[in-house]
């Protein structure tokens, strides 16, 4: 301690001396550039937060969980509970990424999470289900539908996340890998509650055309509207809330029917854009 105290003691005198007999140049020189050490204290890496937000995620983990789900169901024949399980998926999925952005909770972690969650749900989940469910009738060009679709979404969400910064936000590139799986679950859920016979030969050949199709259109160019420049936090005419009211009483008269036509509609709509820029030659906004 005494000889802590007696260095301290020729510091300050030693400083004191510099004071006095040192120009300015020579004090900065001997001390330092007080911004050096202000570069210094900036680039010290800083401590990772490594805490998540957990209401954004707890809707990817319950889109992850139906995706599951429906894939389990599939294995044991019960092919309408898959479809509806995808569809549980679609909306856990939508309310993730809006109650991220309207809580300011959006992170890289929940990005790369919800990916992959979209990959089970709408990329293995429907491959698989449409499989089990009509495509292993066709041998070989079953399971080649199927890895077609799932190999679609694969790529389809590598696309996005490397795109996320570059596209439009108004428009997704390609179909979106949710669309494409509730394009299939429709169809079977309408099939199967319909009772229409599987082993008819024109429904395994109209899954196959199907999955192969969205499989395309999901790594396709033609532009889809994304909706994502709707906000639910400013007014909208009248008429948008009639149409709202009359879309959940046609869903709730006859849901297969009326989801599986609304998402037909969707997955044509980007080549019906495109043609609509090729003749004009305006783009569409």
């Not at 000889?3 to 005198?13: A, E, K, P, Q, Y």
């Not at 679609?152 to 179909?175: E, I, P, S």
Request: glycine share 8%; hydrophobic share 50%; proline share 4%.
């Amino acid at each position: 301690m005494t000889t802590f105290r007696r260095r301290g003691r020729l510091d300050r005198s030693r400083l004191t001396q510099l004071r006095k007999h040192s120009s300015q140049d020579e004090w900065a020189e001997e001390l330092g550039d007080p911004l050096d050490y202000e570069e210094e204290a900036q680039q010290k890496p800083r401590p990772r937060n490594k805490g998540i937000y957990l209401l954004p995620n707890a809707f990817t983990t319950a889109a992850l969980f139906s995706g599951f789900f429906a894939i389990v169901n599939a294995m044991n024949d019960q092919f309408q509970i898959a479809a509806i399980a995808i569809f549980a998926s679609l909306v856990l999925d939508g309310m993730d990424g809006r109650v991220a952005r309207m809580t300011n909770t959006q992170s890289a972690f929940g990005e790369q999470y919800d990916s992959l969650a979209d990959m089970v749900s709408f990329g293995v989940a429907p491959a698989l289900v449409a499989y089990e469910w009509a495509l292993k009738d066709l041998g070989k060009w079953g399971w080649l539908a199927a890895f077609t679709y799932c190999a679609g979404a694969a790529l389809r969400l590598a696309r996005f996340n490397v795109n996320t910064g570059v596209v439009d936000k108004k428009f997704f590139q390609g179909l979106p890998s949710p669309a494409a799986g509730s394009l299939i679950a429709g169809f079977i859920w309408l099939a199967d509650d319909n009772k229409i016979p599987v082993r008819d030969t024109a429904i395994p050949w109209i899954t196959f055309f199907i999955a192969v199709y969205a499989g395309l259109t999901m790594v396709s160019n033609a532009r889809f509207y994304s909706g994502k420049a709707l906000d639910v936090r400013y007014r909208v005419p009248f008429g948008v809330m009639v149409l709202l009211i009359l879309t959940f009483v046609l869903i709730s008269s006859n849901p297969p029917l009326t989801l599986f036509g609304l998402f037909v509609v969707y997955s044509i709509s980007g080549y019906v854009i495109w043609a609509w820029e090729r003749l004009s030659g305006k783009r569409f906004s």
